[in-house]
């Protein structure tokens, strides 16, 4: 088979790399991939969101599977533009359509759907520009401190938790009125403050049947402990040490089951993964949101934990066979920190030479923000790599990936030394 992966970052690097071992995949492709896909993939220079330009791919190299790794083709309706073409339709697409997908394009609609199949969440309203000063009083009722959401797509940066009532209201008024999120918050979530843990649960569902993937917790914050502003994810772990098996079954009966079961009683068809962002209140456990797609940098330590042929998981998928699959897991403890340039997640430079990787041993390098540059590995976005340990625990893995971490060196380079410092 010759597959297609679309993206960027380290999470579609990590899905190259499993697919790669595959023996069912003759050529990979990745769209436009970075330094690190180059390794085990062919890069091709075309946007995830060019669906003229993937067409074309598609059809010159033969292609019968497309892989989605970010979320913006499929809330575009990337799978939808296939399904619509008579010379596409035949071809494997993971990741949901846009219907699906909508589940992580609006708040609004995921906290509805989770309304409607009595999924725990934390209780909310919806506000517009029209009803700006609604959302205020609003605000008023609710105890410190207060969470606003961009409804739409912000690149992981539309969420705001604020302790002040008056800056919460201004900041508010700035996200609909000034558009502070540009079109992403054009609808704003206002939700309580839930007060707990968080974790992440990752499904694999071929819209009748479903996969549970290892549990990540990943950790959003740009400064140790947990502060700054927030990022795409400056580290994870695998799995996450708290939920153990009472509180998995408790996620599985109250939100996975009557999250795949309300997809099918809404007539969403939906092939691919979800990711249920959760948040564990006393012992019981809430959602915070969903997602489309897989995680990053949750991706880099879930995925090398999952033993299975990575390309059979997606033919089950694509077949509606996911229950013929059972999923082999490593019992090792994965931990991903991810080395980012200065400045980020505000501006950044780009273009700075990195250094060591060669030079890392019994760690998995996933590179996200790179590309070659006169025959060099350089800097090309915010979050550049991402080092992946295995241990016998999660502080055994984040050891080894400081150690090499510490090989890896590029101007003004920084990670957070703290991951995994609140389990």
């Known amino acids: 088979m010759n597959i297609l992966i679309l993206g960027s970052g380290g999470r579609e690097h990590t899905f190259a790399y499993k697919i790669a071992q595959s023996a069912k995949c003759t050529n990979l492709y990745v769209a436009p991939g970075n330094a690190g896909t180059k390794d085990v993939a062919t890069n091709v220079a075309i946007s995830p969101t060019d669906f003229d330009a993937i067409k074309r791919l598609v059809l010159g190299e033969d292609i019968s599977m497309v892989v989605v790794g970010p979320e913006d083709p499929l809330v575009q309706g990337v799978h939808d533009f296939f399904l619509a073409d008579l010379e596409l339709k035949h071809i494997a ?13 609006s708040k609004e ?22 009803t700006v000063e609604q959302g205020c009083a609003f605000l008023e009722t609710l105890k410190s401190p207060y969470v606003l959401k961009a409804d739409g797509l912000a690149a992981g940066k539309g969420v705001l938790i604020i302790e002040n009532l008056e800056e919460a209201k201004k900041e508010f008024r700035s996200m609909l009125i000034d558009q502070k999120f540009g079109n992403a918050s054009q609808t704003v ?3 309580e403050f839930l007060d707990g843990i968080e974790l992440s649960v990752f499904v694999l569902t071929d819209g009748k049947n479903y996969l549970t993937l290892p549990t990540a917790k990943d950790y959003k914050r740009i400064g140790e402990g947990d502060t ?13 040490p708290f939920a153990d098996s009472d509180f998995m079954h408790k996620i599985e009966e109250r939100i996975i089951k009557p999250t795949v079961n309300g ?34 940098p949750e991706t880099e330590a879930v995925l090398p ?27 090792r403890s994965t931990s991903t920190i991810m080395a980012v340039s200065g400045g980020y997640p505000d501006a950044y430079e780009k273009g700075k030479e990195i250094r060591g990787i060669d ?4 760690s998995l390098v996933f590179q996200a923000g790179t590309t070659i540059k006169d025959g060099k590995v350089v800097t090309n976005g915010g979050r550049v790599i991402a080092v992946t340990s295995f241990g016998d625990d999660f502080k055994q893995a984040i050891k080894k990936s400081y150690q090499n971490l510490e090989k890896l060196s590029f101007d ?9 410092f609140d389990l």
């Open 93 to 105: 697409v993971i990741g949901p359509k846009k219907l699906g997908a909508t589940l992580e394009g």
């Open 109 to 130: 609609f995921a906290k509805e759907f989770m309304t409607r199949h009595e999924i725990p969440t934390a209780e909310y309203q919806s506000f517009t520009r029209e």
């Open 189 to 191: 979530v206002i939700e």
């Open 228 to 240: 700054g502003l927030n990022t795409g994810g400056m580290g994870a772990i695998s799995p996450v």
């Open 263 to 296: 997809l099918q009683k809404d007539n969403i068809p939906y092939k691919g993964f979800i990711f249920i962002g959760l948040i564990k209140v006393g012992n019981d456990p809430f959602v915070i949101e969903y997602n489309v797609r897989m995680g990053d």
């Open 305 to 331: 934990r999952v033993k299975n042929d990575l390309l059979e998981l997606f033919e089950a998928v694509a077949n509606q066979k996911l229950e013929t699959i059972k999923l082999d897991i490593d019992e």
């Open 359 to 362: 030079t890392i041993e019994d």
């Open 412 to 420: 003004k380079m920084y990670y957070r030394k703290d991951i995994g």
